[in-house]
C-alpha cells in the first residue's frame, strides 16, 4: 500500500465522528513526512467540492468505526463510482475495498488502531521515497512560552 501511495500526487482520509480527528491527524502525518498532498475529512463532506477532485488516480483511505459503518461505506461507494482506489481501515472487509487494513480489538480501540496504521503508512512512504522522517523539510519545531 505504502508503495501505490507513494507513487500518487494526492491522497484522500475520509473519517465521521470519532474517525475525524484520526483523518486530519493521518493527513497531516503522511503530508509531514511523504510530502503528498494529503486531506483529510469528513466524509459528509465529499460532495463540498471534494468529489470533483476524485478521478481514476485518486486512493481514497476510509476509517470505519462501528458508530459510522453504513455512512462510511457509503462515501466509500461514492469515491469508488469515480474510480478511486479505496482502502479501508475497519473491523472487518467490505465489498467496497480495494484494499483492507483491519482494526482487531475492541470499539474503543479503534481510533488508536486507525491512527498507528496511518502513522505506519507515513512512515513506509516516507521510507520508499528516501526522505528523512527525522528532518522534514520547511517544518520547524516551536514551543510556546508565557
Known sequence: LAKMISQKQH???LGRGKMLPIALEGALKIKELSYIHAEGMAGGELKHGTLALID??????????KENTNEMLASG???KARGATVIGIAQRKENVFDEFLPIRG????????AVVWLQLLAEKICDLKRLDPDKPR?????VTVK
Not at 481514476?56 to 468505526?65: E, Q, R, T
Open 77 to 79: 461507494l461514492e469515491v
Open 56 to 65: 481514476k488516480d485518486s486512493i481514497c483511505i476510509v476509517l470505519v468505526s
Open 106 to 113: 475492541k470499539e474503543d480501540d479503534e481510533q488508536t488502531e
Open 11 to 13: 491522497l484522500f482520509i
Open 138 to 142: 520547511n517544518l520547524a519545531k516551536s
